[in-house]
Protein backbone atom coordinates (compact mmCIF):
# COMPACT_ATOMS: atom_id res chain seq x y z
CA UNK A 1 0.00 0.00 0.00
CA UNK A 2 3.32 2.32 1.13
CA UNK A 3 4.67 1.72 -2.31
CA UNK A 4 1.31 2.34 -4.57
CA UNK A 5 1.21 5.60 -2.60
CA UNK A 6 4.87 6.69 -3.16
CA UNK A 7 4.03 5.99 -6.64
CA UNK A 8 0.56 7.34 -7.27
CA UNK A 9 2.52 10.75 -6.03
CA UNK A 10 4.49 11.34 -8.80
CA UNK A 11 1.44 9.85 -11.62
CA UNK A 12 1.53 13.01 -12.83
CA UNK A 13 4.90 13.38 -14.65
CA UNK A 14 4.32 11.44 -17.33
CA UNK A 15 1.47 12.98 -18.45
CA UNK A 16 3.88 16.80 -18.17
CA UNK A 17 6.76 14.62 -20.10
CA UNK A 18 4.35 13.60 -23.21
CA UNK A 19 2.62 16.96 -23.26
CA UNK A 20 6.35 18.25 -23.23
CA UNK A 21 7.12 16.51 -25.90
CA UNK A 22 3.49 17.67 -27.63
CA UNK A 23 4.82 21.14 -27.36
CA UNK A 24 8.54 20.82 -28.41
CA UNK A 25 7.12 18.94 -31.22
CA UNK A 26 9.48 15.93 -30.52
CA UNK A 27 6.63 13.33 -31.94
CA UNK A 28 6.10 15.46 -35.17
CA UNK A 29 10.07 15.47 -35.79
CA UNK A 30 10.61 11.72 -34.90
CA UNK A 31 8.31 10.03 -37.77
CA UNK A 32 11.59 8.94 -39.02
CA UNK A 33 14.28 7.17 -36.48
CA UNK A 34 16.70 9.76 -35.57
CA UNK A 35 19.48 9.63 -32.87
CA UNK A 36 19.03 12.28 -29.16
CA UNK A 37 22.29 14.19 -31.00
CA UNK A 38 20.49 14.53 -34.52
CA UNK A 39 17.21 15.54 -33.31
CA UNK A 40 19.08 18.46 -30.55
CA UNK A 41 20.37 19.92 -33.65
CA UNK A 42 17.26 19.97 -35.98
CA UNK A 43 14.88 21.60 -33.19
CA UNK A 44 17.99 23.32 -31.25
CA UNK A 45 17.61 22.02 -27.96
CA UNK A 46 20.23 20.41 -25.20
CA UNK A 47 21.53 16.90 -26.22
CA UNK A 48 22.00 15.73 -22.65
CA UNK A 49 19.07 16.93 -21.78
CA UNK A 50 16.74 16.17 -24.20
CA UNK A 51 18.09 12.18 -23.99
CA UNK A 52 16.69 12.26 -20.66
CA UNK A 53 13.22 12.99 -22.00
CA UNK A 54 13.68 10.76 -25.26
CA UNK A 55 14.60 7.84 -22.31
CA UNK A 56 11.80 8.64 -19.99
CA UNK A 57 9.05 8.57 -23.59
CA UNK A 58 10.74 5.24 -24.32
CA UNK A 59 10.32 3.68 -20.45
CA UNK A 60 6.90 5.08 -20.67
CA UNK A 61 6.18 3.24 -23.80
CA UNK A 62 5.63 6.35 -25.90
CA UNK A 63 8.51 5.70 -27.96
CA UNK A 64 10.13 3.22 -30.22
CA UNK A 65 14.07 2.72 -29.58
CA UNK A 66 16.59 1.18 -31.73
CA UNK A 67 19.96 0.89 -30.27
CA UNK A 68 20.76 5.07 -30.16
CA UNK A 69 16.92 5.98 -32.06
CA UNK A 70 14.23 6.94 -31.59
CA UNK A 71 11.04 7.03 -33.59
CA UNK A 72 7.50 7.27 -32.91
CA UNK A 73 5.27 4.46 -31.92
CA UNK A 74 1.28 3.86 -32.81
CA UNK A 75 0.56 5.29 -29.69
CA UNK A 76 2.62 8.90 -30.10
CA UNK A 77 1.69 8.81 -33.38
CA UNK A 78 -1.40 9.92 -32.87
CA UNK A 79 -0.14 12.98 -30.86
CA UNK A 80 1.82 14.46 -34.33
CA UNK A 81 0.12 17.16 -35.94
CA UNK A 82 -0.06 15.26 -39.29
CA UNK A 83 -1.98 12.58 -37.95
CA UNK A 84 -5.30 12.74 -39.72
CA UNK A 85 -7.05 11.52 -35.94
CA UNK A 86 -4.39 13.22 -34.07
CA UNK A 87 -5.29 14.06 -30.46
CA UNK A 88 -1.69 16.40 -30.15
CA UNK A 89 -4.05 19.43 -29.16
CA UNK A 90 -6.44 17.42 -26.65
CA UNK A 91 -2.92 16.26 -25.44
CA UNK A 92 -1.79 19.87 -24.78
CA UNK A 93 -5.26 21.71 -23.59
CA UNK A 94 -4.51 19.59 -19.96
CA UNK A 95 -0.77 21.39 -19.55
CA UNK A 96 0.31 25.33 -18.75
CA UNK A 97 -2.73 27.21 -17.67
CA UNK A 98 -4.87 24.31 -16.64
CA UNK A 99 -2.00 22.60 -15.00
CA UNK A 100 -1.05 25.71 -12.72
CA UNK A 101 -5.28 26.27 -12.17
CA UNK A 102 -5.26 22.78 -10.71
CA UNK A 103 -2.13 23.48 -8.71
CA UNK A 104 -3.93 25.90 -6.88
CA UNK A 105 -7.41 24.21 -6.49
CA UNK A 106 -7.31 25.30 -2.59
CA UNK A 107 -7.87 28.71 -3.49
CA UNK A 108 -11.22 27.24 -5.44
CA UNK A 109 -12.43 25.49 -2.57
CA UNK A 110 -11.47 28.12 -0.01
CA UNK A 111 -13.23 30.83 -1.98
CA UNK A 112 -15.27 29.35 -4.35
CA UNK A 113 -14.05 31.34 -7.15
CA UNK A 114 -12.07 30.05 -9.96
CA UNK A 115 -8.39 29.76 -9.51
CA UNK A 116 -7.48 30.47 -13.17
CA UNK A 117 -9.29 33.80 -12.33
CA UNK A 118 -7.37 34.86 -9.69
CA UNK A 119 -4.02 33.69 -11.48
CA UNK A 120 -4.81 35.39 -14.75
CA UNK A 121 -6.83 37.76 -13.89
CA UNK A 122 -9.52 37.33 -15.97
CA UNK A 123 -12.31 35.13 -16.87
CA UNK A 124 -10.80 32.01 -18.85
CA UNK A 125 -12.65 32.84 -22.07
CA UNK A 126 -11.77 36.14 -21.63
CA UNK A 127 -8.08 35.21 -21.75
CA UNK A 128 -8.08 33.19 -24.86
CA UNK A 129 -9.78 35.41 -26.64
CA UNK A 130 -6.66 37.62 -25.69
CA UNK A 131 -4.17 35.14 -26.52
CA UNK A 132 -4.68 34.14 -30.29
CA UNK A 133 -2.34 31.53 -30.14
CA UNK A 134 -3.96 30.06 -27.17
CA UNK A 135 -7.33 30.58 -28.51
CA UNK A 136 -6.18 28.53 -31.88
CA UNK A 137 -4.97 25.40 -29.78
CA UNK A 138 -7.76 25.45 -27.45
CA UNK A 139 -9.79 24.91 -30.50
CA UNK A 140 -8.06 22.88 -32.44
CA UNK A 141 -8.19 20.76 -29.17
CA UNK A 142 -11.75 21.03 -28.45
CA UNK A 143 -11.81 20.11 -32.60
CA UNK A 144 -10.62 16.75 -31.93
CA UNK A 145 -12.30 15.66 -28.55
CA UNK A 146 -15.43 16.74 -30.88
CA UNK A 147 -14.69 15.05 -33.94
CA UNK A 148 -14.50 11.64 -31.91
CA UNK A 149 -17.52 12.34 -29.15
CA UNK A 150 -19.76 13.73 -32.14
CA UNK A 151 -19.83 10.95 -34.58
CA UNK A 152 -23.19 9.39 -34.16
CA UNK A 153 -25.03 12.22 -33.61
CA UNK A 154 -26.92 12.56 -36.71
CA UNK A 155 -27.58 9.38 -36.40
CA UNK A 156 -29.47 9.55 -33.47
CA UNK A 157 -31.37 12.66 -34.30
CA UNK A 158 -33.33 13.04 -37.18
CA UNK A 159 -31.92 16.47 -38.39
CA UNK A 160 -33.44 16.00 -42.23
CA UNK A 161 -36.73 17.30 -40.34
CA UNK A 162 -35.51 20.93 -40.52
CA UNK A 163 -34.90 23.55 -42.83
CA UNK A 164 -31.89 24.81 -40.99
CA UNK A 165 -30.41 24.48 -37.51
CA UNK A 166 -27.53 27.12 -35.37
CA UNK A 167 -24.76 25.12 -33.32
CA UNK A 168 -24.27 28.18 -30.77
CA UNK A 169 -20.88 28.03 -29.08
CA UNK A 170 -19.96 25.49 -32.06
CA UNK A 171 -16.22 25.95 -31.88
CA UNK A 172 -14.36 24.99 -34.91
CA UNK A 173 -17.65 23.50 -36.56
CA UNK A 174 -17.28 19.64 -35.86
CA UNK A 175 -20.79 18.96 -34.58
CA UNK A 176 -22.05 20.86 -37.84
CA UNK A 177 -19.42 18.98 -39.86
CA UNK A 178 -20.63 15.90 -39.14
CA UNK A 179 -24.41 16.79 -39.39
CA UNK A 180 -24.11 18.00 -42.68
CA UNK A 181 -22.16 15.25 -44.01
CA UNK A 182 -25.61 13.09 -43.19
CA UNK A 183 -28.28 15.65 -44.13
CA UNK A 184 -26.56 17.70 -47.07
CA UNK A 185 -29.50 19.93 -47.81
CA UNK A 186 -29.64 21.31 -43.95
CA UNK A 187 -28.91 24.89 -43.73
CA UNK A 188 -26.50 24.79 -41.16
CA UNK A 189 -25.09 27.34 -39.49
CA UNK A 190 -22.06 27.87 -36.79
CA UNK A 191 -22.35 30.70 -33.86
CA UNK A 192 -19.34 31.91 -32.03
CA UNK A 193 -17.20 34.57 -30.90
CA UNK A 194 -15.69 36.91 -33.63
CA UNK A 195 -12.12 35.93 -33.20
CA UNK A 196 -13.08 31.91 -33.39
CA UNK A 197 -15.10 32.22 -35.84
CA UNK A 198 -12.70 34.33 -37.89
CA UNK A 199 -10.43 31.65 -37.83
CA UNK A 200 -12.86 28.51 -38.72
CA UNK A 201 -12.09 26.64 -42.23
CA UNK A 202 -15.13 24.55 -41.58
CA UNK A 203 -17.19 23.63 -45.15
CA UNK A 204 -17.61 26.16 -46.96
CA UNK A 205 -21.15 24.91 -46.99
CA UNK A 206 -21.47 25.93 -43.80
CA UNK A 207 -22.84 29.47 -42.82
CA UNK A 208 -20.82 31.61 -40.23
CA UNK A 209 -21.98 33.98 -37.46
CA UNK A 210 -20.34 35.95 -35.49
CA UNK A 211 -21.91 37.39 -32.13
CA UNK A 212 -21.83 36.73 -28.29
CA UNK A 213 -23.98 34.45 -26.66
CA UNK A 214 -24.68 36.13 -23.95
CA UNK A 215 -25.81 39.41 -25.92
CA UNK A 216 -27.74 37.98 -28.47
CA UNK A 217 -28.52 35.08 -31.07
CA UNK A 218 -29.30 35.55 -33.91
CA UNK A 219 -33.06 34.21 -35.35
CA UNK A 220 -32.17 31.84 -37.91
CA UNK A 221 -33.12 28.59 -37.36
CA UNK A 222 -36.00 26.41 -36.15
CA UNK A 223 -33.30 24.02 -34.04
CA UNK A 224 -30.44 24.89 -31.46
CA UNK A 225 -27.50 22.95 -30.72
CA UNK A 226 -26.01 23.46 -27.41
CA UNK A 227 -23.22 21.07 -27.01
CA UNK A 228 -20.54 21.60 -23.90
CA UNK A 229 -21.52 24.91 -23.67
CA UNK A 230 -23.76 25.05 -20.81
CA UNK A 231 -20.73 22.91 -18.41
CA UNK A 232 -18.38 26.16 -18.48
CA UNK A 233 -21.16 28.46 -16.47
CA UNK A 234 -22.37 28.68 -13.14
CA UNK A 235 -26.38 28.90 -13.17
CA UNK A 236 -26.58 32.67 -13.40
CA UNK A 237 -24.72 32.76 -16.60
CA UNK A 238 -26.06 29.64 -17.99
CA UNK A 239 -29.47 30.91 -17.64
CA UNK A 240 -29.08 34.05 -19.82
CA UNK A 241 -27.60 31.96 -22.31
CA UNK A 242 -30.86 29.87 -22.04
CA UNK A 243 -32.71 32.86 -22.34
CA UNK A 244 -30.99 34.11 -25.33
CA UNK A 245 -31.55 30.43 -27.41
CA UNK A 246 -35.31 30.66 -26.25
CA UNK A 247 -35.60 34.41 -27.57
CA UNK A 248 -33.69 32.88 -31.05
CA UNK A 249 -36.39 30.16 -31.87
CA UNK A 250 -39.59 30.14 -33.34
CA UNK A 251 -43.01 29.05 -31.33
CA UNK A 252 -42.44 25.02 -31.42
CA UNK A 253 -38.62 25.35 -32.14
CA UNK A 254 -36.10 22.73 -30.70
CA UNK A 255 -33.27 22.88 -28.20
CA UNK A 256 -30.34 20.61 -28.74
CA UNK A 257 -28.59 20.25 -25.14
CA UNK A 258 -25.70 17.94 -25.65
CA UNK A 259 -23.91 17.53 -22.05
CA UNK A 260 -21.78 14.94 -20.03
CA UNK A 261 -24.79 14.35 -17.74
CA UNK A 262 -23.60 13.38 -14.28
CA UNK A 263 -26.72 10.76 -13.58
CA UNK A 264 -26.78 9.25 -17.08
CA UNK A 265 -23.52 7.69 -17.26
CA UNK A 266 -21.26 5.27 -14.99
CA UNK A 267 -18.15 7.22 -16.19
CA UNK A 268 -17.17 8.90 -12.65
CA UNK A 269 -17.29 12.98 -13.73
CA UNK A 270 -16.12 14.28 -10.55
CA UNK A 271 -12.43 15.14 -11.11
CA UNK A 272 -14.00 16.70 -14.10
CA UNK A 273 -16.34 18.95 -12.20
CA UNK A 274 -12.76 19.73 -9.89
CA UNK A 275 -11.44 20.66 -13.42
CA UNK A 276 -14.66 23.22 -14.28
CA UNK A 277 -14.65 24.85 -10.71
CA UNK A 278 -10.84 25.71 -11.39
CA UNK A 279 -11.05 26.63 -15.02
CA UNK A 280 -14.23 28.28 -14.86
CA UNK A 281 -16.50 28.11 -11.55
CA UNK A 282 -18.54 25.72 -13.09
CA UNK A 283 -19.38 21.72 -13.09
CA UNK A 284 -20.73 18.86 -14.23
CA UNK A 285 -24.77 18.93 -13.46
CA UNK A 286 -27.15 16.00 -13.67
CA UNK A 287 -29.66 16.21 -16.39
CA UNK A 288 -32.54 17.38 -13.55
CA UNK A 289 -30.47 20.38 -12.88
CA UNK A 290 -29.95 21.01 -16.69
CA UNK A 291 -33.98 20.22 -17.21
CA UNK A 292 -34.48 22.77 -14.31
CA UNK A 293 -32.41 25.13 -15.91
CA UNK A 294 -34.26 25.17 -19.04
CA UNK A 295 -37.80 24.85 -17.89
CA UNK A 296 -37.02 28.27 -15.62
CA UNK A 297 -36.64 29.81 -18.74
CA UNK A 298 -39.75 28.68 -20.45
CA UNK A 299 -38.44 25.44 -22.01
CA UNK A 300 -40.35 22.33 -22.21
CA UNK A 301 -38.60 19.19 -21.63
CA UNK A 302 -39.49 16.67 -24.68
CA UNK A 303 -37.36 13.80 -24.31
CA UNK A 304 -33.79 12.65 -23.67
CA UNK A 305 -31.26 10.44 -25.94
CA UNK A 306 -27.68 8.92 -25.11
CA UNK A 307 -25.08 10.03 -27.68
CA UNK A 308 -22.40 8.09 -26.02
CA UNK A 309 -20.70 6.69 -22.86
CA UNK A 310 -20.28 10.41 -21.62
CA UNK A 311 -23.00 12.42 -22.98
CA UNK A 312 -26.50 12.98 -23.48
CA UNK A 313 -29.08 14.93 -25.75
CA UNK A 314 -31.95 16.34 -23.66
CA UNK A 315 -34.29 17.60 -26.17
CA UNK A 316 -36.49 20.75 -25.66
CA UNK A 317 -39.63 22.52 -27.04
CA UNK A 318 -40.45 26.24 -26.96
C1 LIG B 1 -16.28 24.00 -24.35
S1 LIG B 1 -16.36 24.82 -25.90
C2 LIG B 1 -17.53 23.76 -26.76
C3 LIG B 1 -17.30 23.75 -28.24
C4 LIG B 1 -18.21 22.79 -29.01
N1 LIG B 1 -19.61 23.16 -28.85
C5 LIG B 1 -17.97 21.36 -28.56
O1 LIG B 1 -18.90 20.75 -28.01
O2 LIG B 1 -16.87 20.87 -28.79
C6 LIG B 1 -17.33 26.28 -25.54
C7 LIG B 1 -17.61 27.17 -26.75
O3 LIG B 1 -18.32 28.34 -26.35
C8 LIG B 1 -17.78 29.46 -27.07
N2 LIG B 1 -18.06 30.70 -26.34
C9 LIG B 1 -17.55 31.09 -25.14
N3 LIG B 1 -18.03 32.29 -24.80
C10 LIG B 1 -18.87 32.68 -25.80
C11 LIG B 1 -19.69 33.82 -26.00
N4 LIG B 1 -19.73 34.81 -25.09
N5 LIG B 1 -20.44 33.89 -27.13
C12 LIG B 1 -20.40 32.89 -28.06
N6 LIG B 1 -19.64 31.76 -27.91
C13 LIG B 1 -18.89 31.66 -26.80
C14 LIG B 1 -16.31 29.14 -27.13
O4 LIG B 1 -15.61 29.91 -28.09
C15 LIG B 1 -16.34 27.64 -27.44
O5 LIG B 1 -16.44 27.40 -28.82
Given at each position: MRDKLKSFFTEHWKYIAVSTACKLNLFDNLQESKTGKQLAKELSLNEEKLLLLLNALHNADYLDKNGESFKVNSFSDILTESNPESLKYACLNWSEEHLTAWQNLDYSIKTGNSSFEMLYEKPFFDYLNDNPEKLHAYHKAMYQYAKDDYKTL????????????????????????????????????????PKVIEKVTTHPDIMK??????????????????????????????????????????????????????????????????????????????????????????????????????????????
Open positions: PDVIDFSKYKSIMDVGGGYGAVLENIKAKNPNLECILFDLISGNFFEKIPSHSEAVVLSRVLHDWNDEKASIILTNCFEALPINGTLYLVENCSDKIKIDLSLLSLNMTAICESYERTSTQYISLCKNVGFQFDSETKLNDLQTILNFKK
